[in-house]
């Protein structure tokens, strides 16, 4: 392994032989490289074996670039090493999905499900009277009067610190036994409907690791990213796996910006007293930004009271070009204006793309609208993200208005606080719609008021297919995928429809009976009060390649890098905030743990302003207004106090300037294709893009959610048989009757289909091709670097059901409930791909089949042709479908004849009648 590309301080890091390593690394100092080459030095320096190292990044968008980077020098230095095809049992991922595995692993939580933050306020809005929130705010603070839609989130906030800081419940019941009370009729309701969130999945793994360390014990090696922004129930996951594994960690607590989610930097601080051999290092040299834009930075850190702590960084970009510019404005619209003509001038004139830029907001819900709306008039494509970023579009503003205008006594709060209700909201709809999006029909009115009488009458299966409905009635299949504008419409609306999934999701757990009308009068208020609010423009991955301007928060930028960035609206009270030293609302006693920790403090937003500073590769432009919208005098910010002498005016920055632009390729990451999604492409492309590039969801049934349980007992059956001895019939009872879970189902039907799905696995493992006392692997990782004929790469990735082994052979198998889910064809193609992959690992596969658990004999049993040439045909059409998808050809396929059994085929432009 050949390191002389390293700086000399990175090659003292990755070559340390210290079992306990912490890094400060300052901005664009590659620390991802310096990860990347510590894993390699690992593998082909010390022989580690795959399996035995974990790495924990912040994102999965983070965790892909690492892992993209591994197979890559990988590739490079051992192309023909068996190491390459074994990269699938090292563990590349966000703690959180660490932690899911284990569970799932070890502590019988296969068949849990996880809410994301927007799902979990969804969760607890729908059980708010069980949980008696309102009772309990009001003991809490008996002289205020808060909203619902505030309780929920303070108790969301105040449950999670239960999980975030391990507080002992033994404690809290003595401590806050109001809250105690509360809090155990929540984690009995997650429970009882098999539910995670994040820091509660987080929470448990790490009390299950310290029951049982035995789960932990392959891991010889952790590495973590970002260790500045871990909390203290993180830091214990990582001292239990460090008892036993060399710990590698690598932040920068400049750029500590999650405080108020509960992130700690005090942990950096402390981990060479929790590993008192540590060593520390740092990471000094930049490579992403020019000598002005880190001279700022560095001179911002330095005159910091809370920054200055730490040694400054350099740069490899060295340039006489001045690159920092301040400007002045009179009020947003007049600093949108020049934002917006100087990236059409850098466009026009410089040979420019439209994605070099990024315009960086404290809050995007509170200063990016001038721009937008600017954006939006020279039709400028963009993309943004932020609070309300949704709702600022105006396809979603429109749908958002039809579905209040449906409710009962419907309304829309506006950001002036005057309220649509009505008929407004149904005529301001259409008139967005038509202005913005596409041309109606004069008939528009009439089909949606029939769409409203259908709905009181209950005549819609889900909120999804009534989306559906009303995007037919508004001419939703005149957009074109292809136009990046349209592209953008459409993956706003998939956003939407999520939005409309999480919140139906609760209300229909335990098969509870739905009142359509109730619903969206319920669905009124979580759009006003919440969603509006909360949910973001989708972010897709097909989006950020798009060529359009980047609006976000810096929360957002992290990370990231552009080669012109601007920062606008640096005025005092909107950065740093006016929310610094505002007292939370917590409905937890606080003498449990440093409420003060959760505050906006003037520390947090310098360190805020740091990353904000670092994002630029070539030009920075910073900018504050002296008067507001509406005219009221403002001052600048002082995070500008000690800088504000050594920014350039505007006058000396020349348009020509922009030819000293580097545009360097960014390094592209070697894109994962799930296998199953290869299949979903096979069926109809259009279908893949809507399903699962745009996350349209298919909608509800009680019947949701069958094959997963049925897999999970089918496993849970196999171990008990195999590792504890049973008998098939009383493994499959016992699995069957504890573990059998429909979430959408009522009791009666639960009780019914359970005794099905019994009957079926009786049958299967009564059968003589079950073979199930031959398992000798489940739910096994499958991954294969694959390259394509167009001299790219891919990673494939699946889980193989189950290996089989006996006198004939290793034969591998996979468990389908009926054929009519995925075509015989397609079901063997992904068995043979599975099959090709397993070989290319060395190992070998004499058989191949597939078991469909519903269905009777002899049509149960399907044995898979696995000769070499049908393998190297089904790589072949693999490969060809990768170049597809990669190439973002998403062009219907009707007559693959997927049609008649498509959730979209109402709003699919290219639906085949049958």
Not at 101 to 130: R, W
Request: a neutral charge; one cysteine or more.
């Amino acid at each position: 392994m050949n390191i002389d590309s390293l700086t000399p301080e990175q090659k003292e890091i990755v070559t340390s032989t210290s079992k306990y390593i912490r890094v400060i690394a300052g901005p664009g100092t590659g620390k991802t490289e310096t990860l990347t080459q510590r894993i390699l030095y690992l593998l082909f320096n010390h022989g580690a074996i795959p399996s035995s190292i974990v790495a924990f990044t912040f994102t999965e968008k983070a965790a892909q670039s690492l892992k993209s980077r591994i197979y890559s020098r990988t590739q490079e230095i051992a192309p023909n090493s068996p190491l390459l095809q074994n990269l699938c049992n090292l563990f590349i991922g966000t703690i959180h999905s660490f932690c899911l595995k284990i569970l799932k692993n070890y502590f019988n939580y296969g068949n849990y499900s996880t809410l994301d933050e927007n799902q979990e306020f969804a969760f607890v809005s729908s059980f708010y009277s069980d949980l008696k929130l309102s009772e309990l705010a009001k003991k809490k603070y008996p002289n205020s009067n808060f909203k619902p839609f505030e309780i929920i989130g303070n108790f969301i906030r105040s449950a999670n610190v239960i999980y975030d800081n391990l507080i002992d419940l033994s404690t809290l019941k003595l401590t806050d036994p109001d809250f105690y009370e509360v809090f155990t009729i929540y984690e009995h309701l997650l429970d009882s409907h098999k539910l995670l969130t994040f820091s509660r999945m987080v929470y448990l793994a790490t009390l299950k690791i310290q029951e049982n360390p035995s789960s932990i014990s392959g891991i010889e090696y952790l590495l973590v990213d970002e260790y500045q922004d871990i909390n203290p129930s993180q830091e214990k996951l990582i001292e239990l796996i460090g008892k036993t594994a060399s710990v590698f960690i690598v932040g920068d607590p400049r750029q500590t910006i999650y405080q108020w989610r509960g992130s700690d930097e005090s942990c950096f601080f402390r981990f060479p007293q929790k590993f008192p051999s540590a060593e520390s290092y740092s990471l000094t040299i930049n490579h992403r930004s020019t000598g002005s834009i880190i001279q700022i930075a560095n001179r911002f850190s330095n005159t910091s009271q809370y920054l200055n702590t730490y040694p400054p960084i350099s740069t490899t970009k060295e340039s006489s070009i001045q690159s920092v510019f301040k400007l002045t404005f009179n009020d947003p619209e007049e600093e949108a204006s020049w934002i917006v003509n100087t990236i059409k001038n850098y466009v026009q004139n410089y040979n420019g793309n439209y994605r070099d830029c990024a315009v960086l907001y404290r809050s995007v819900y509170l200063s990016a609208t001038p721009l937008i709306n600017i954006l939006r008039e020279h039709h400028i494509p963009y993309i943004v993200a932020g609070k309300v970023s949704l709702f600022q579009r105006p396809e979603i503003e429109a749908l958002a208005y039809i579905f209040t205008w449906l409710a009962p006594n419907g309304f829309f709060l506006l950001k002036n606080n005057k309220y649509l209700k009505n008929e407004k909201l149904i005529e301001s709809a259409l008139k967005i719609w038509e202005t913005y999006i596409t041309p109606l029909s004069p008939l528009t009115d009439k089909y949606l008021t029939k769409i409203k009488n259908d709905v009181n009458k209950n005549l819609f299966r889900d909120l999804a297919h009534l989306l559906y409905e009303i995007l037919n009635v508004l001419n939703y299949k005149q957009l074109d995928p292809t136009s990046p504008d349209h592209h953008i419409i459409i993956a706003n609306i998939g956003r939407f429809a999520s939005l409309l999934s999480d919140f139906e999701f609760p209300q229909r757990l335990g098969g509870k009976p739905i009142n359509f009308p109730q619903m969206l009068e319920n669905l009124c208020y979580f759009l006003n009060f919440y969603a509006s609010s909360a949910y973001e423009e989708s972010q897709l991955e097909s989006l950020s390649t798009l060529d359009a301007v980047n609006i976000l928060t810096i929360h957002q930028a992290k990370g990231l890098e552009w080669p012109i960035v601007f920062i606008p609206s640096l005025q005092e009270n909107l950065f740093p905030s006016s929310r610094i030293g505002e007292n939370l609302n917590w409905l937890v006693n606080q003498s449990l743990f440093n409420s003060s920790r959760y505050l906006t403090t003037y520390k947090s937003e310098s360190q805020l302003f740091y990353v904000a500073l670092t994002r630029a590769k070539d030009f920075l432009f910073i900018s504050y207004c002296h008067y507001d919208s509406s005219g009221r005098i403002q001052k600048r910010s002082s995070l500008l106090d000690n800088i504000i002498t050594y920014l350039n005016p505007i006058e000396t920055f020349l348009p020509s300037n922009f030819t000293f632009i580097s545009h360097t390729p960014p390094q592209n990451d070697i894109p994962v294709i799930a296998i199953t999604d290869l299949i979903d492409y096979l069926k109809c492309p259009y279908f893949f893009l809507l399903r699962k590039i745009f996350n349209y969801p298919s909608g509800f049934s009680y019947m949701l959610g069958y094959g997963d349980s049925l897999h999970y007992c089918l496993h849970l059956s196999t171990r008990l048989i195999n590792e504890s001895g049973y008998e098939p019939e009383k493994a499959v009872t016992e699995a069957i009757e504890k573990e059998f879970y429909l979430p959408f189902a009522s009791n009666i039907q639960k009780m019914k289909i359970a005794e099905g799905a019994k009957k079926a696995l009786l049958n299967f493992v009564s059968h003589p091709e079950s073979k199930i006392d031959k398992i000798i692997n489940t739910e096994f990782p499958l991954e294969l670097l694959l390259f394509l004929d167009n001299n790219s790469k891919t990673i494939l990735s699946g889980i193989a059901d189950v290996i089989l082994s006996d006198e004939t052979g290793t034969e591998i198998r996979d468990y389908k409930t009926s054929s009519k889910v995925t075509p015989a064809h397609l079901a063997a193609l992904q068995l043979q791909v599975y099959a090709y992959i397993l070989q290319a690992q060395g190992n070998q596969i004499s058989k191949a089949s597939i078991i469909y658990l519903e269905e009777p004999e002899p049509n149960n049993f399907k044995q898979v042709n696995i000769e070499p040439n049908e393998l190297n045909n089904a790589i072949n059409l693999i490969k060809k479908t990768s170049e597809k998808i990669l190439n973002k050809d998403y062009l219907a396929q009707p007559e693959n004849g997927h049609c008649p059994n498509c959730d979209y085929k109402i709003i699919c432009k290219f639906a085949k009648s049958y």
